[in-house]
């Protein structure tokens, strides 16, 4: 604080996801109808029900591309163990959210930041999907990764930055436990996200 001369206001995982879905929701049409938005970070994971503005239903969970590269693929290998344990990881974490998120229903499926941003880019990339994440170009992506068999080999995936390659296999583990948990079999990118969500959230305390 001293540093920025600035008060540092810290928010909790489901007012990140509020502030989120903002940022998400001023980026895509309004007549989506009900839209699940799913935000993978480094250390959590945002899944946000809404339509057009508001938020109907959030959740943060300690699940995110750094810590579950580093708790399931340490060593930089990545076996069908490793990644299935990280799977499983996921999966068990979803479960005390799937029966409320599921009940509540939704149209479309929307990724934001980072790490569905990369997925998606890399599975155009090496032709397995023309159009963000499916269920097939997911599974021939995860195919890939493991054939490829280390985190260092991974530079041989079309589309995928030398920053985001570090972390990539434990964010792609997530996706994939969402995608098993909540039965999705198509997830759209988006450019909104975190940042945007704050700009109009702090607009929004001065002006409608």
Request: glycine share 12%; hydrophobic share 40%.
């Amino acid at each position: 604080m001293d540093a920025l001369g600035k008060p540092i206001e810290v928010v909790s995982g489901r007012e990140e996801a509020r502030i989120l879905y903002l940022g998400v929701s001023h980026s895509l049409p309004s007549d989506q109808g009900r839209r699940l938005v799913i935000d993978i970070g480094g250390g959590s994971t945002e899944l946000i029900i809404g339509e057009e503005f508001e938020p109907l239903l959030r959740e943060s969970l300690y699940m995110g591309c750094v810590n579950y590269t580093n708790k399931f693929f340490s060593d930089g290998i990545i076996s069908q163990q490793n990644f299935n344990n990280a799977v499983l990881h996921g999966r068990r974490q979803l479960m005390s959210i799937v029966s409320r998120f599921s009940q509540e229903g939704w149209n479309i499926v929307i990724g934001a930041s980072g790490t569905m941003r990369a997925t998606s880019e890399v599975i155009m990339a090496n032709g397995y999907s023309t159009n963000g994440i499916d269920e097939n170009g997911l599974n021939q992506l995860i195919e890939r990764c493991l054939n490829l068999a280390t985190i260092e080999n991974l530079n041989q995936l079309n589309g995928l930055s030398t920053r985001r390659l570090p972390v990539f296999i434990g964010g792609l583990a997530i996706i994939k436990a969402l995608c098993d948990s909540l039965l999705l079999d198509k997830i759209e990118c988006c450019t909104g996200a975190l940042r945007e969500g704050i700009d109009y959230d702090l607009s929004g305390r001065f002006h409608h």
